[in-house]
């Protein structure tokens, strides 16, 4: 999964010098505006994107909420960075359901487009692409910028509906503008500066200043539907987008575990359930089947033991073991109904202990009594006997 390709990084040099091995500016930046080199025409534009990518699944949902389907066309790569970046379907060695063909040139990667945009291009080759098929060149590859440009250039082709939806509007910009800065210094890019840390420092100055954010935004959503202005606006978008992936990728692989968002932030959690149950352009912009392949596929950085609120020590130490050892493993069930119904047969011997031990915090912690905290124990302590007979070391 690519890291933020763009924008203005925080000030902790430490966690910023590490992004900075795995990020670059984006290389396009041209708006579509009347008068301008790219006029709004309708089926002129075409986004390239996956559905793993966080920063293209703002397009995605920006595209969806103002109804631009028949107006921008839209292809989907594999969620997952093949050894020449993202492919095409003709290229998916994985056979991933939803990846599509190249409709224009028939190419293998995104590569290819790059380099036909500017044949001397040395940069990443990163997602979202808004491509203009007239002069077969890349418009922008900049998400923020990107959404800025489908919330407004193409209102005149859309019913009035559509076109009076304003994600940025005028009144608010300013305070949009300001919720957006410190969100993504501290979140959007906050999850990558502590998962590609490379030093127990740079992962501790991402991940203190994230789950501080965290803690300010469940403040701010406690009795407000959306961030700013009691209305939708793009900096739901740029925030949902992340923590949508976060109890799925970030939380354990990112090793961002100080809590979890279903657990520890009841206002984040229902902002964020009611933007995906309640519309459909947040939901069908989220595919987890492609977000889990395209993120554990790829290597995380070693050595760094990450800073857990409230899990066991041989919780911890099973993270960092299977983190060095490069195995994926899920996070530790919290009841026995979860405990017995994990697809474990084949897991690490060290990953069930932990999971016992983990269990046993868990149920001890929630325990009114000193007599039902050893009963947890030895309810949890019988399980893993059980589960650890079965499991293949």
Not at 13 to 27: E, G, H, N, Q, Y
Not at 299 to 322: C, D, F, N, P
Request: one cysteine or more; glycine letters at 6%.
């Amino acid at each position: 999964m690519s890291a933020p390709a763009n924008q203005t990084p925080s000030a902790n040099a430490s966690a910023d010098k590490d992004l900075a091995r795995i990020s670059v500016p984006s290389s396009f930046r041209n708006f579509i505006e009347k008068g301008g080199r790219f006029p709004p025409e309708k089926d002129r534009y075409h986004l390239y994107v996956n559905k793993s990518c966080p920063w293209a699944g703002r397009t995605i949902i920006v595209r969806n909420l103002k109804g631009l389907e028949s107006v921008i066309s839209l292809t989907l790569l594999t969620p997952y960075m093949a050894e020449l970046g993202w492919a095409f379907k003709k290229a998916d060695e994985r056979h991933i359901d939803g990846v599509e063909d190249d409709p224009h040139y028939g190419a293998s990667h995104l590569r290819e487009l790059y380099y036909k945009a500017e044949p001397s291009y040395e940069g990443r080759f990163t997602v979202p692409v808004l491509w203009d098929k007239k002069t077969e060149t890349i418009v922008n590859n900049e998400s923020s910028e990107i959404i800025r440009i489908l919330n407004s250039a193409f209102d005149e082709f859309l019913p009035e509906d559509k076109a009076n939806l304003d994600l940025y509007p005028e009144e608010l910009r300013a305070e949009i503008d300001g919720v957006n800065e410190w969100v993504f210094s501290t979140v959007n890019a906050g999850v990558y500066k502590a998962g590609f840390a490379t030093s127990q420092s740079s992962y501790e100055a991402g991940v203190k200043p994230l789950f501080a954010s965290l803690d300010r935004l469940e403040d701010i959503l406690k009795d407000k539907e959306y961030l700013v202005g009691g209305r939708l606006t793009e900096a739901d978008v740029r925030l949902f987008t992340t923590l949508v992936r976060f109890d799925p990728v970030y939380h354990g692989h990112f090793k961002c575990n100080i809590g979890s968002i279903r657990h520890n932030y009841p206002s984040l959690n229902q902002w964020m359930k009611r933007l995906y149950w309640g519309n459909p352009a947040f939901k069908d912009a989220t595919d987890f089947h492609h977000i889990k392949t395209g993120y554990y596929g790829q290597k995380m950085s070693e050595g760094v033991v990450q800073a857990s609120a409230g899990h066991s020590l041989a919780w911890t130490v099973g993270l960092a073991i299977y983190t060095k050892r490069r195995i994926e493993a899920p996070p530790p069930p919290t009841n026995r109904v979860e405990y017995d119904h994990m697809s474990i047969r084949d897991a690490p011997n060290y990953i069930v202990i932990a999971w016992e031990y983990e269990l046993t915090a868990r149920l001890g912690r929630s325990a009114s009594s000193r007599q039902e905290h050893q009963e947890g124990r030895s309810e949890t302590r019988c399980l893993g006997d059980s589960i650890k007979s079965s499991v293949k070391t």
